[in-house]
């Protein structure tokens, strides 16, 4: 079965850097795009990065672009999002994704942002 598995969230200071980790089992990682998404209390889930099976290609949100990476490692399974310059607003639950013929996500990781 799908399992998707969130790590590295914490407290950090506003302009401050974390990285995220997302190891995945249950299915060919090397075969599916991935997606990080956050869910702030009280909003609604939204989209943050997505990437192709190789990596080659990137999409960020606006609110996101230039600060956060994602990046993968397909012999270790995982998905990864680096993000520096962290700011309050970016105070959330981060999940990764994966649609295999449905959604899949993980239990998420609180990323807090503040002084």
């Known amino acids: 079965q799908v399992q998707l598995v969130e790590s590295g969230g914490g407290l950090v200071q506003p302009g401050g850097s974390l990285r995220l980790s997302c190891v995945a089992s249950g299915f060919t990682f090397s075969s599916y795009a991935m997606s990080w998404y956050r869910q702030a209390p009280g909003k609604k889930r939204e989209f943050v990065a997505f990437?192709?099976?190789?990596?080659?290609?990137?999409n960020y949100a606006d609110s996101v672009k230039g600060r956060f990476t994602i990046s993968r490692d397909n012999a270790k399974n995982t998905v990864y999002l680096q993000m520096n310059s962290l700011k309050p607003e970016d105070t959330a639950v981060y999940y990764c994704k994966v649609t295999k013929k449905d959604d899949y996500w993980g239990q998420g990781t609180q990323v807090t942002v503040s002084s």
């Open positions: 990437i192709t099976t190789t990596g080659g290609s990137t």
